[in-house]
């Protein structure tokens, strides 16, 4: 993840094309080490419906919105559960599509930034995964909440709550799907120069929402996903700063 300026110069001068074909070999590569971690951790969820327990009564303190109600007002209506686990299913990557080849097209001198910040945030999020196996409202009905994509199949865990292959359906702690969502629509505000880039700000809500709707997450889990980010935004701050001081004595 260097930040230098040669490493800045490499990204813009390479051909678009190459840009491209780049960054989805990286990012493949970075995705597949995360999945490998976040399956390791999958072997240590133990506690994990004891943590579901401890975030929801830190959640009933809090005075949060209750998962299951909030669920339940939207059962009855099919057409928009299924649009809700389709939005589950796709959105963490469709919206990573977009951003990187925005970036790496129209505004390359800004990625390797936004590329720093996910990959702490992601970071940061594995940590959690391996110390804070946490299982999800879908898997505690007695949370009052249903798995809108075993109900309408189209879980993309299946019916089965134990973890096979590299799935890992105890990674409930933090949302990586909210902390993607706001630094997305992050990006957009701070580098388009559109007046309609302010639209991105829904784009967030509308991810928490769905993750809640479809019993995915708990309300913390996306609290903690942006506390991740904010993390992942000073430390990536900091290295820029202290990368700059290093360039000013050279």
Known sequence: MAGGSESRSAVEQRRPLWRLLHEAAVLGGLWLLYTLGRALAGRRTGHASGH???VWSVERDLHLPDEGRVQRAVLHWSWLVHAANDYYKFEHFLGLVVVTVWLLLWRPSRYL??????VLTTAIGLVLHLTYPL???????????VDTG???GESVYGGNPRNHGLLNQYAAMPSLHVAWAVLFALTVVLVS????RWLAVGYPAVTTYVVVVTG????LDGIVGIAALCLALLMSTGRSLELARLRTRG
């Open 216 to 219: 995915n997450h708990y309300w």
């Open 193 to 196: 120069r559109s007046r309609w």
């Open 150 to 152: 075993v109900r309408y």
């Open 52 to 54: 579901a327990s401890q």
């Open 113 to 118: 930034w936004f590329r720093r910040v996910l």
């Open 135 to 145: 299982a999800p409202p879908r898997l505690r009905p007695d949370f009052g909440v």
